[in-house]
C-alpha cells in the first residue's frame, strides 16, 4: 500500500477488521473471545481461514512501527502473544517487540514489554503520536476505540477482510458518530474461501448527486 505522492514521513493511522458482510466485528477469533451483550456467535472467521488470507495479515503487520490498541483487544492479545517466542513468526515479532500504545479508563498499568496507556485526552494523544516519525500507527480490533476514530477523522486507511457470513447480532464497524466520509479503494482480491480483502483509503468529505447525473 503506497501513500499519496507528497505526503510527508509521520504516522499513518491505519485500521484492520475482519468483519462480517452486516457489518459486525465482534469476537472474530474465538467463541469466548467477547461475548459482551450476549454475544454468542464468536469465532466465525476460523472457517473461511486460508494461507492467503493468513499471509494477507502478515503483510499488514510487517509495515507497523507501532499499535493502538483498545482494553479489550490488548487484553486478548496480552493473554496471548507474550507467550509466542518463536523467532520465524512475524506477527509475534512485531507485537512483542514495537511500542503499545493502549486507550483505557479502567487499566491502571499495562504490563506487556514496550506497551504504555495513553495519557490524558485519547483524541489528542492519538494526534500527538500520529505527528511521529514513522510508517503505520496500526490499530487491530479494537470496536469501541474505532468508534472514537472515526467520530474525529483520525483514520487514514481500512484494511477490511469481509468473512462471507451474516450474523444479525453485535457491534458493528461503523457506529453512531461516524463522520459522512468518502472512501477509495486501492486494493482488493478475493480468497478461495470468499473472504474479500479491501483496503480503503478514506478521501475527504461525503459527495452527493442524483444517478445519472454527470460528475
Known sequence: ?????????????????????????QA?????????????????VQPHSSEELGAHVVDIFSRADAFLLGRGTYDIFASYWPRVTAPDNPIARSLNTLPKHVAS???????????????GDTVEAVRRIKASPGRELQVHGSGGL??????????????LHVIPVTIG??????????????????????TPRGVALLTYRLAGPLRTGSIGQAD
Not at 505522492?5 to 504516522?11: F, I, L, Q, W
Not at 474505532?146 to 484494511?159: C, E, F, I, Y
Request: aromatic share 6%; hydrophobic share 40%; glycine share 12%.
Open 105 to 119: 479508563t479502567t487499566l491502571r498499568r499495562v504490563d506487556w514489554t514496550n506497551s504504555t496507556l495513553l495519557e
Open 169 to 190: 447480532s453485535g457491534r458493528r464497524l461503523f457506529g453512531a458518530g461516524t463522520q459522512p466520509r468518502m472512501m477509495r479503494l486501492e486494493a482488493s482480491r478475493i
Open 28 to 44: 472474530p477469533g474465538g467463541p469466548g473471545e467477547d461475548t459482551s451483550g450476549g454475544f454468542a456467535h464468536g469465532g466465525w
Open 1 to 25: 500500500m503506497n501513500r499519496p505522492e507528497g505526503m510527508d514521513a509521520t504516522m499513518e493511522l491505519t485500521v484492520t477488521e475482519f468483519v462480517t458482510l452486516d457489518g459486525v466485528v
Open 146 to 159: 474505532l468508534q472514537t476514530l472515526l467520530a474525529h477523522d483520525l483514520v487514514d486507511v481500512l484494511n
